[in-house]
């Protein structure tokens, strides 16, 4: 894409890091594919310190990560983020070359940590499924609940969900995962039944537990 606004000799544009809106990230290119939109992001990172002595590091090229992350204009994206690599320049520390960090593509991930959030937000308060959520993001099933499970456990382990919880409802019922074969799981569901200030029951979920494998449901 073009910087048809910005100045020719600018590497990143404003308006567009605007629209991607990460603290710490610019969008080199854009690229319209039939299927999906392609970013080219790096970081403004011009200095590393080593995580193991903290020396100052010298640059060491770049290493291309490729990660799915949430949807824009309702179309999958794909962010191919061109991070740094450093240098120790300690002889004596054993860290040798690394790879720069930022919060919105932890290790290993084939998610953001944002395209995650999205995820996990629309399973808990939108009428969808995994399967859907995977489509809109334009990965396979595994790739999106594999997100969607780390981050549904590590709201399930803050204490803070629930605040303001002041009365909790059960509600059991038969749960029957699929229409092959006879088998059927009972389903415990924990629904906070607390009204609003203005008097309206909501009854949001707070957590899914079926007696076997399967989705658990973060705080709404």
């Known amino acids: 894409m073009d910087h048809s606004t910005c100045a020719l ?9 605007l629209l991607f809106d990460v603290p710490g990230m610019h969008v080199l290119s854009v690229d319209r594919q039939p299927a999906r939109v392609v970013l080219t992001i790096e970081s403004a990172a011009d200095v590393g310190g080593c995580p193991a002595c903290g020396v100052v590091a010298v640059g060491h090229g770049r290493r291309r990560r490729v990660v799915a992350d949430a949807p824009c204009f309702g179309i999958p994206v794909r962010l ?3 991070a740094r690599l450093w240098r120790c320049r300690e002889p ?3 860290q040798g070359v690394f790879t720069e960090q930022h919060e919105l593509v932890p290790p290993r991930a084939k998610l953001t940590s944002r395209a995650a959030a999205w995820a996990t937000d629309a399973l808990t308060v939108d009428d969808t499924t995994v399967s859907a959520l995977a489509r809109h993001l334009g990965v396979d099933w595994h790739t999106c609940w594999d997100a969607v499970e780390a981050e549904a456990t590590r709201r399930l382990a803050d204490p803070a969900r629930l605040e303001g919880v002041e009365v909790l409802g ?3 019922h038969i749960w029957r995962p699929s229409r092959v074969g006879d088998a059927h799981r009972a389903v415990t ?7 609003d200030p203005h008097g309206q029951l909501h009854a949001r979920l707070r957590t899914w537990s079926p007696a076997g494998p399967g989705p658990p449901t973060p705080a709404g």
């Open 189 to 195: 569901g924990m629904v906070d039944l607390t009204r």
């Open 9 to 17: 000799s600018a590497l990143w544009c404003p308006r567009t890091d």
């Open 170 to 172: 059960v509600d059991e």
């Open 92 to 94: 004596a520390c054993p």
């Open 80 to 82: 191919v983020w061109r």
